[in-house]
């Protein structure tokens, strides 16, 4: 069931213009999910014309998630633009007024806002209707705009509004369980499982891809946030504490189950307030609850909650108004900071929501038996010509070698992509003496400084790390105390600091760290005391902080032999900076070495809503000249990993980074022909992968597993890889599609070095998820949106300080 447009809207008097403004020019786009799927790359790219897939590795048989959806006719279906005469805004009023003229379109039609499609012709070009609201004609035009074939990326936007078309009888986009929530008194949560489907083309056709998804929902309303704030804060900055707990967060409204995300506060409505109807009429929220829901809002005494909403396809040409929200019936969802420091908590936490391959194939298995024996979604695609497989879709992937790990003067297999038990006592690649540095703790911190400092000069030496006594200091816990107490010993300037804090505040933690980033660059580490609580992991963990260290001093761990020679690897990715809201960060890394243990790091400070870089070309610039330092001639070619791509701006990526990309190297590098290689990167997908082993039953695919048939593009030369290893639950893949190749790598060329890629993170002694670029791009972007709010200095741009 949903809201009406009524409750969405405001009295205009009640608004403010500045965010009437704002609001409008937010208007979300009809179909930018599907805009994707009609930017042919692959066209430009001669080398792989004939075919994108490799032949390296293993060939292992796999199950996806996907089940196909197939057209059972070469019927075409009809697209028709639709004309109100006097217009109307209200969408659900457009859509209800289609509902009546059931004798000339039929049961079986699918509405967006703006066009209707039909399975037949309404017999002429162009046909009229008159219906009637409110007792006034209203003329509706049908124009026919075009035919469409059944696999036509223009149909795609269509299906999916079919397919969540009503919560009663279909799964939608995001559909909860509400008879498999499960509820944990204990720490006042529930737990929702649900589904997310989506009807997309691939190589095999059209395909339903669905995936099991849980909702953390906390047994509490934002209005028990705000009077447990109110009663703590004891008047002192109420409203600005409340705006940091409640602003970004997601809520859920249990009368409707929808979720929503906060994006501001009304602090002069309260639910008394009215608002005007589409009728005309104007009501209070307390009586519109009442009266459409059923439900009693009790407290008066509270602000409003805004949010900008998801608008459906059907309200596309809608006022984009906010909707206001009572903080008594939103529930709070996801966890809070204490919470995740709960490890017990998360551990229940984890066997409630994580489920392994065979639980969750066994899921959607389900799902798609109750879509088939239900009689009104068969229905529904018999009219669409369409019909939907019992059997979700297989297909062959291939795994590649194990990739060595070069460490020192000694070689390992990574095994289980893991390598952190091997490589411990072994030195390192490159080690950096450490002879003048500090260690700053608190009051009563001194023993565990002191045994951290001893622990850390017992690891190192194997490690190749020259470690000289650190000079401890204490300080009060506070910014200023540690900012103070590090001036007085900061000449001469010390290599690195180490914090050990009592808790992991955040706002000292921001404090340090924006002080030892932009006012006094040096390179640091923050330590939790209860990270060094048990004495048999003491060891490990000096082992981690020392190589942490080594790393933000120019050293390096281990490399991999990626095959290509005089080769730029860049990584590029966002972050929304959740402090400045009118900002978002982009970082910007490059390595600057042949081995990949040297890094450029620079980042581009934006407006919100930025997801593609305007300022590609001075971080190029700047990553070619420290290259050109090192190698006295630029870069062969230059590969570049972007991550952070929204749905539906695949072309204007093209058409702005690539293309800035492009017209600096012609420009700049016009005696040396730089190739140039551009790979977009998606982690959030939903696509999973699921391993055939009759005598085991389901697995996840061993990692390095490479697919690039069936579920991947004819336009597109993409693939996924499952880079990682896990113990528990089901493994993600990542997608990647490269856009851009005057390099002419083949399929297994690009395959190999991304999956290599993958080994050349710093931070974890194993193998992530996405190139190493990509994620050191999302550390730096991820450290200055969070903590920094603004650009590093420029003399720590050739160290990993945000590790």
């Known amino acids: 069931m949903s809201q009406p447009s009524e409750e969405l809207q405001l009295a205009s008097r009640l608004q403010e213009s500045r965010l009437q403004e704002s609001w409008l020019r937010e208007r979300t786009d009809v179909g930018r999910n599907f805009r994707d799927f009609v930017v042919n790359t692959r066209q430009k790219l001669g080398h792989v014309r004939e075919s994108t897939k490799g032949i390296q590795g293993r060939p292992v048989e796999l199950f996806s998630n996907h089940v196909q959806l197939r057209s059972c006719s070469q019927r075409n279906l009809y697209k028709y633009n639709v004309i109100y005469t006097p217009g109307i805004e209200d969408g659900r009023k457009r859509e209800a007024l289609l509902s009546e003229l059931e004798k000339l379109l039929g049961k079986c039609h699918i509405y967006d806002g703006n066009y209707l499609l039909l399975p037949h012709p309404l017999g002429e070009m162009k046909k009229e209707a008159v219906s009637k609201v409110n007792d006034k004609p209203v003329k509706i035009t049908f124009e026919l705009s075009r035919e469409l074939q059944t696999t036509s990326p223009d149909c795609l936007r269509y299906y999916n509004i079919l397919f969540r078309k009503s919560s009663n009888t279909w799964l939608y986009a995001q559909s909860w369980d509400l008879d498999t929530h499960t509820s944990n008194l204990i720490y006042r949560l529930e737990i929702w499982c649900g589904y997310v489907t989506s009807v997309l083309p691939y190589e095999t056709g059209l395909t339903l891809c669905a995936d099991v998804i849980h909702k953390v929902l906390r047994m509490e ?27 970004g967060s997601s809520v859920l409204t249990k009368y409707n189950n929808k979720t929503y995300r906060v994006d501001d506060i009304a602090w002069k409505m309260s639910p008394r307030s009215k608002f005007i109807k589409s009728d005309g009429s104007e009501i209070s929220f307390v009586d519109y609850y009442r009266e459409r829901y059923g439900t009693v809002v009790t407290t008066f005494n509270q602000p409003l909650l805004i949010t900008k909403g ?33 490890y017990g908590m998360m551990r229940d936490l984890s066997n409630h929501m994580r489920m392994n391959p065979k639980e969750r194939q066994y899921k959607l298995l389900q799902l798609i038996d109750d879509l088939r024996r239900n009689k009104t979604v068969q229905k529904e695609l018999q009219d669409w010509n369409l019909e939907l497989k019992t059997k979700f879709l297989a297909l062959s992937g291939r795994t590649l070698r194990e990739v060595r790990i070069h460490q020192g003067r000694r070689m390992f297999d990574n095994h289980n992509a893991d390598w952190s038990k091997i490589t411990r006592d072994v030195p390192l690649l490159r080690a950096i003496s450490l002879d003048h540095w500090l260690i700053i703790y608190t009051k009563g911190d001194y023993g565990s400084a002191l045994t951290l400092h001893q622990n850390l000069q ?33 000449s001469p300037k010390p290599q690195m600091v180490l914090f050990l804090l009592p808790t992991d505040n955040k706002e000292i933690y921001d404090g340090i760290k924006r002080h030892l980033c932009i006012y006094c660059p040096i390179p640091s580490q923050c330590v939790l005391r209860r990270t060094l609580g048990k004495p048999r992991t003491l060891l490990t ?48 890394v490059a390595s600057i070495d042949s081995d990949l243990t040297q890094w450029f790091s620079q980042c581009i400070v934006q407006q919100s809503g930025q997801e593609l870089v305007k300022g590609l070309t001075t971080c190029l610039h700047n990553a070619l000249k420290f290259w050109y330092e090192q190698h006295s001639s630029l870069p062969y070619s230059i590969i570049v990993y972007r991550d952070g791509v929204g749905d539906g701006q695949l072309q204007a990526l093209i058409d702005q980074e690539l293309k800035q990309m492009e017209s600096y190297l012609e420009d700049v590098c016009r005696g040396q022909n730089v190739r140039l290689t551009f790979i977009v990167v998606k982690k959030r997908i939903n696509t999973r992968f699921f391993l055939k082993k009759p005598e085991n039953g389901t697995l996840n695919p061993p990692p390095g597993t490479v697919i690039d048939l069936e579920v991947t593009r004819t336009e597109w030369y993409d693939f996924f890889i499952v880079s990682q290893f896990v113990k528990e639950g089901t493994v993600s893949p990542t997608h990647y599609n490269v856009i851009h190749d005057t390099l002419y790598l083949s399929p297994d060329a690009v395959q190999s070095l991304t999956y290599k890629l993958c080994h050349m993170y710093y931070n974890f002694s194993g193998v992530i998820r996405v190139p190493a670029p990509c994620h050191y791009a999302h550390k730096l972007a991820y450290l200055v949106g969070q903590s920094l709010h603004q650009e590093p200095h420029e003399s720590l741009s050739k160290h990993l300080f945000y590790l």
């Open 541 to 588: 963990i000096a082992t981690k902080i020392a190589q942490q260290m080594n790393c933000k001093l120019g050293g390096a761990l281990w490399t991999v032999d990626i095959g290509l020679q005089n080769a730029m690897f860049v990584g590029i990715d966002c972050f929304h900076d959740i402090v400045h809201q009118q900002k978002s960060v982009a970082g910007f």
């Open 310 to 342: 998801k608008w459906k396809k059907s309200l596309q040409d809608t006022l984009h108004q906010p909707i206001m929200l009572v903080p008594e019936l939103c529930h709070l969802t996801g966890l809070t900071d204490d919470m995740r420091k709960d």
């Open 221 to 247: 309303t934002a209005y028990d946030l705000i009077s447990r704030i109110h009663e703590k804060a004891e008047g002192k900055d109420v409203k600005e504490k409340i705006f940091k707990k409640l602003v």
């Open 458 to 490: 017992q690891v190192t030496p194997k490690m190749g790390i020259t470690l000289r006594n650190a000079k401890l200091l204490e300080a009060d816990n506070t910014v200023e105390s540690f900012i103070s107490t590090l001036e007085k010993h900061a």
